[in-house]
């Protein structure tokens, strides 16, 4: 076995099974929490029939030969193919889910104070990690560690281009035993723009292999097949993200590959932890049988404004879109999923927000208290950061070695903990300004944020 490899790929199977089996935590609140999204979902359901009435379109159709053709012929230049996307909209944007979530009546008591309505996530009984229970989780961040990415100054490039060649010998190795566990580890210090996208796709299980690009082309010929209005929604939202910006519009065609093959992807479904609400629609151009119906979209996943955006930076990564897809996928499965649904997950968007909250309250109270006093939550400014794992804010490289942390440590702590030391770190102008347009010029621009460092400071603040 060892001497054939197998050895690591059993362990490494086994490394990825547990992953995505123990990634749920029963809560006691979990009926709560589902009965509030299945309410979500019934609303989003509801927007997209009322957009299909209003357009007098179906929500899937056969494609017309013609349709067809024409697509498979643009495969590569999608951004090419001509479609009508001017009357859609997106179906919801983070400020709408944020309402939502802002609005959930605690499962304890149905009733908020009157002085905490539509304020806070008190009434939420979710216990979230305090500053000292993440430094044992991110130990190396919390104690200072010598770690890849970090700028230093000129006297130390030498000694940096040192460290960053012995990280390189070292991930060799690593990758040349092929065990996920010690790639992961191998993360926490960081990790070469040259072996990162090796590293994730050992770490995720997901390598491209024969089986995984037939069942791309699969996926594909259902796109040339099936003409959904969930299509129109993500040309509409890759439009209106990745092609605006300076950073990702170069990867508008193999988005659109990606993205609309996601759609289809039945083992999504089947793969999230709880299942999301669908529809069951009949096809239009086939008779009303029950062989003649479709899970509305096959994956189960209905995209808001700003969906592509957990696709977008794997572009960096991958120049194979097959590649790309599985490695996004199994991202999305263990992470980005938890983003956008109602649950009482640990590292689910409703506790990383209420994280949000009380590491703000607790270590900047001065400022959680100016945001008062202006009636703004601020949750509505970074509900956005944390809902897109802050893609298409920071820049790519430091967004690439945040999520590198994520990987490395299994966990989205560590997003709602540099959205509150990013608000610390430009307090003194937010103390300027009272209203939420200014206070979002503010922190319009994050390029200039440097990941590591700006966690370290966090790591070493103490309560006040």
Not at 181 to 210: D, N, T, V
Not at 354 to 364: A, D, G, I, K, V
Request: glycine share 4%.
């Amino acid at each position: 076995m060892k001497m054939n490899g197998l050895e690591s790929e059993i362990k490494n199977n086994i490394y990825h099974w547990l992953k995505y089996k123990k990634r749920e935590i029963l809560s006691p609140y979990d009926a709560f929490f589902r009965k509030a999204q299945i309410h979500w979902d019934r609303r989003i359901h509801k927007s997209l029939n009322s957009m299909s009435n209003e357009l007098g379109i179906s929500l899937v159709k056969i494609r017309t030969q013609n349709d067809a053709q024409e697509l498979m012929n643009k495969w590569n230049e999608l951004s090419n193919y001509e479609v009508n996307i001017s009357k859609y909209r997106p179906v919801y944007a983070p400020k709408d889910f944020l309402d939502v979530l802002l609005n959930l009546k605690g499962p304890i008591s149905n009733t908020f104070q009157t002085t905490n309505e539509y304020w806070e996530f008190a009434q939420i009984p979710l216990r979230v990690k305090n500053l000292a229970e993440l430094r044992n989780v991110f130990t190396e961040l919390a104690r200072g560690d010598q770690i890849l990415g970090v700028n230093y100054p000129l006297n130390s490039i030498s000694n940096y281009a040192a460290f960053e060649m012995e990280r390189i010998v070292l991930g060799e190795k690593v990758l040349e035993k092929n065990y996920a566990p010690a790639a992961q580890e191998y993360l926490k210090k960081g990790c070469p723009r040259c072996l990162r996208a090796r590293m994730w796709a050992l770490i995720l299980g997901s390598e491209a292999k024969p089986p995984q690009r037939d069942y791309f082309q699969k996926l594909k010929h259902h796109v040339l097949e099936y003409d959904l209005m969930i299509d129109k929604l993500i040309i509409k939202d890759i439009n209106l993200t990745a092609s605006n910006d300076d950073q990702y519009f170069v990867f508008e065609d193999v988005l659109y590959q990606v993205m609309l093959c996601f759609s289809r992807d039945g083992e999504i479904l089947k793969d999230l932890p709880t299942q999301p609400g669908f529809m069951q629609v009949v096809i239009k151009g086939r008779q009303n049988t029950s062989e003649n119906t479709l899970i509305f979209p096959p994956s189960g996943v209905i995209p808001f404004h700003g969906f592509t955006m957990y696709a977008a930076p794997f572009c960096y990564l991958y120049e194979d879109p097959v590649q790309l897809y599985f490695t996004y996928r199994a991202f999305y499965l263990r992470f980005w999923h938890r983003l956008h649904r109602v649950c009482g997950h640990p590292q689910g968007i409703v506790s990383l927000c209420l994280q949000f909250e009380r590491m703000l309250q607790c270590y900047e109270p001065n400022l959680w208290h100016h945001f008062k006093k202006c009636h703004i939550h601020p949750l509505r400014i970074v509900i956005k950061w944390i809902m897109r794992a802050f893609s298409g804010h920071l820049n790519p490289e430091q967004l690439l070695t945040l999520w590198d942390i994520i990987l490395a440590y299994d966990s989205m702590e560590i997003i709602p903990m540099l959205a509150v030391v990013i608000l610390i770190f430009r307090k003194e102008n937010l103390y300027k300004v009272t209203t939420l347009q200014n206070l979002e010029a503010v922190l319009a621009d994050l390029s200039s944020i440097a990941v590591i460092p700006l966690l370290q400071i966090a790591f070493s603040k103490e309560h006040q």
